[in-house]
């Protein structure tokens, strides 16, 4: 595991948002979770990624047969991580909702689960302690676990990551609900913190998986900051106004061409750098509610004010509350 950082931009984000649910105005506790403005990362396991390891089985079969060769894995490397912080540092910056993809290791004995995106990350069990030790520290902070892909997996793969999720968490885990009725003051009175998102079939049979249809988010899927934001603008339109919570992706997705072009500059200084302050503004722009933004991700969380800026947009609840009286 890496080394943890002290000070910079990354000790001014811990510093301000480790408790920021729990410091949530009285007004805000009571509405549900689905109408909070809430940060999360794209991509959250990817700080780490095994560039020493075979490809994951996420890739092309011509992707993993050219990545034979060590440099072709430094470049898998360069547009595969997406994040900066780990767990810990993210959950400290505020960060409380986390996409998560997940793959067996095909070859290797027993049913070990770890974290994927091109590359191998670190092992599921090792994400989900370090997750746990901050919820312990934090006790009315509540996280979104989304596993949303799955790779190389067979239902005792599955059986064995659910044992997992469940040894970790333990009673922290929230059992499938009415979304309207999930509020922080439910959590809280419950004392539940982690609400997690099981994209699989397999989620029917364990009360503490959501299925994945509570929890849609649509994918942009482009290099064009302007159709990003358009497609954000149209998503949110379409939002269910009860029943399920909400993702903004506010990511841009490289194309082939991209990285061909762009190889060794990788993800964030091909795209991410240069685009985050437009779509920072978009984020300063919206406001969360019945048919407002809920949950918004981003890549590289630390390079701008990017959870303290979401988190500000509850704000917006207050005064809306305010008028109303």
């Known amino acids: 595991m890496r080394e943890r950082r002290r000070g910079g931009a990354v000790g001014a984000m811990a510093e301000d948002n480790a408790d920021w649910m729990g410091s949530l105005p009285p007004a805000l506790r009571s509405l549900p979770l689905s109408n909070l403005a809430i940060p999360g990362s794209h991509d959250s396991f990817s700080y780490w990624v095994d560039e020493k390891s ?69 092992k599921v069990w090792d994400g989900l302690k370090e997750m746990n030790s901050f919820l312990e520290q934090h006790p009315k902070e509540v996280i979104f676990l989304d596993f949303n892909h799955f790779y190389a997996m067979d239902d005792s793969h599955h059986h064995f990551l ?109 795209l991410v750098h240069r685009n985050l302050p437009m779509i920072l503004n978009w984020v300063k722009a919206q406001k969360p509610g019945v048919m407002g933004v809920n949950i918004i991700t981003s890549d590289f969380v630390e390079l701008v004010d990017f959870a303290a800026t979401v988190i500000a947009l509850n704000d917006l609840l207050l005064e809306e509350d305010e008028s109303d009286t």
């Open 162 to 270: 659910i044992d997992r999720i469940r040894s970790a968490f333990d009673s922290k885990l929230c059992c499938v609900e009415c979304v309207e009725y999930v509020t922080l003051l439910y959590m809280w009175e419950k004392k539940h913190q982690v609400l997690i998102f099981y994209h699989h079939p397999l989620c029917q049979e364990y009360p503490f998986l959501w299925p994945g249809n509570k929890m849609p988010a649509p994918w942009a899927n482009t290099t064009n900051v302007h159709k990003l934001l358009q497609f954000l603008e149209t998503t949110l339109g379409e939002r269910s106004r009860y029943g399920t919570f909400h993702v903004s992706q506010a990511i841009l997705t490289p194309r082939v061409k991209t990285i061909a072009r762009h190889l060794v500059r990788g993800l964030k200084n091909t």
């Open 54 to 122: 075979p490809v994951g089985p996420d890739q092309a079969t011509a992707i993993k047969r050219l990545a034979r060769i060590s440099l072709v894995r430094k470049i898998i490397k360069k547009w595969s991580v997406t994040q900066n912080l780990t767990f810990e540092e993210q959950l400290e910056g505020g960060i409380r909702y986390f996409d998560l993809r997940v793959s067996s290791k095909p070859g290797e004995t027993g049913q070990e689960i770890y974290f994927i995106h091109g590359l191998f990350g670190i």
